[in-house]
């Protein structure tokens, strides 16, 4: 089943503009994940948010989590032409193997 | 170079003809499983192991086999492959304790 459900599906951007992508899920969470992919690659890890946290940094990212929402949002500052891809967001509920539940994800595309 | 390995990269069959996907890591992870992406659907998971001949079933294991004989490996198995099986797949691990995964490239399989 689909835990995350993320918005908006796509988003074009221009260099230099902020983009902002939604993720809403819908049970408990030990924890959320953001990955990122370019087109048919892998998935390659880009932060990580506990459930008892609020907002996160890492370099460009920033993510927040509100768990009363069941919700959480990543943005990427000064974004670049390399930002376009696709982004996931991956919910873990502690469930036996810890394994990651993903989103539809957003397909960002920053024009130069 | 720590990764994720997977064969083939693209595989092209016919229906009702055994398959194999090889996935193999080199980080000594404990947890590896196996994701197909199909457009518009994110991640699903097939199956996934916690350890050496320890595996469970995810969201959509109907039609699929693994097996976890050695550490570093763990094969998907297509016994008789369908139409509907074509997708993209994805092998990931990561380590006990630890939250990332890792992906691997991805193996696009057309089923005709």
């Known amino acids: 089943s689909q835990q995350g459900e993320e918005d908006p599906q796509a988003l074009s951007i221009q260099e230099g503009e902020n983009a902002t992508m939604n993720c809403s899920y819908k049970?408990?969470?030990?924890?959320l994940q953001w990955y990122r992919q370019n087109s048919g690659r892998g998935l390659v890890h880009l932060i990580l948010?506990?459930?008892?946290?609020r907002e996160k940094h890492s370099g460009r990212l920033r993510v927040t989590l509100d768990t009363s929402k069941k919700s959480s949002s990543l943005l990427i500052t000064a974004s670049r032409a390399a930002d376009t891809a696709s982004y996931f967001c991956?919910?873990?509920?502690?469930?036996?193997?810890?394994?990651?539940?993903f989103g539809g994800g957003t397909r960002l595309m920053v024009k130069p | 170079e720590a990764q994720v390995t997977q064969n083939p990269r693209y595989l092209i069959t016919v229906t009702g003809k055994k398959l194999t996907v090889t996935c193999s890591q080199n980080?000594?992870?404990?947890?590896m499983s196996w994701y197909r992406q199909d457009p518009g659907l994110g991640l699903r998971q097939i199956y996934y192991?916690?350890?050496?001949?320890?595996?469970d079933k995810g969201d959509v294991p109907e039609g699929y086999k693994v097996s976890r004989k050695e550490k570093r490996n763990f094969p998907l198995i297509l016994e008789s492959p369908s139409p509907n099986q074509t997708s993209l797949y994805f092998c990931?691990?990561?380590?006990?304790?630890?939250?990332?995964?890792?992906f691997g490239p991805g193996t696009r399989l057309t089923v005709l």
């Open positions: 980080m000594n992870h404990e947890y």
């Open positions: 991956a919910t873990d509920a502690g469930n036996a193997g810890n394994m990651l539940t």
């Open positions: 990931a691990s990561r380590k006990y304790g630890d939250y990332e995964q890792f």
């Open positions: 049970t408990s969470i030990n924890n």
């Open positions: 948010i506990r459930s008892n946290e």
């Open positions: 192991s916690m350890n050496v001949e320890v595996t």
